[in-house]
């Protein structure tokens, strides 16, 4: 079993910033991949950023050039810090670790931490 804590969130005004961290906890073994998630009300939950071991990462467009994606190897910690927010980004965030493991992979989530953007 993983658990992932994360922190962070909150209210922001349209243009300002906000950090999340996720920390992971448990068996955690192999490569993984660790990301964000969102769920806006009424919409699926898309992802935002994933970030892999060897450091490569990945955005959704939407995100791209406002929200940065870092992780702690050693704390099996991965960041997320979101600049020039808008109010479409209002949404749930969830952490992701995502364990590469044979013959199955393993997916485990966090809690969910609330984004609001007003306007």
């Known amino acids: 079993q993983v658990q992932l804590v994360e922190s962070g969130g909150g209210l922001v005004q349209a243009g300002g910033s906000l950090s999340l961290s996720c920390a992971a906890s448990g068996n955690i073994f192999g490569i993984n991949v660790m990301g964000w998630y969102r769920q806006a009300p009424g919409k699926q939950r898309e992802l935002v950023a994933t970030?892999?071991?060897?450091?490569?990462?990945n955005y959704a467009d939407s995100v791209k050039g406002r929200f940065t994606i870092s992780r702690d190897n050693a704390k099996n910690t991965v960041y997320l810090q979101m600049n020039s927010l808008k109010p479409e980004d209002t949404a749930v965030y969830y952490c992701n670790i995502h364990i590469i493991g044979w013959p199955q992979t393993y997916d485990y989530w966090g809690q969910g931490t609330q984004v609001t953007v007003s306007s």
């Open positions: 970030a892999a071991g060897g450091g490569r990462t």
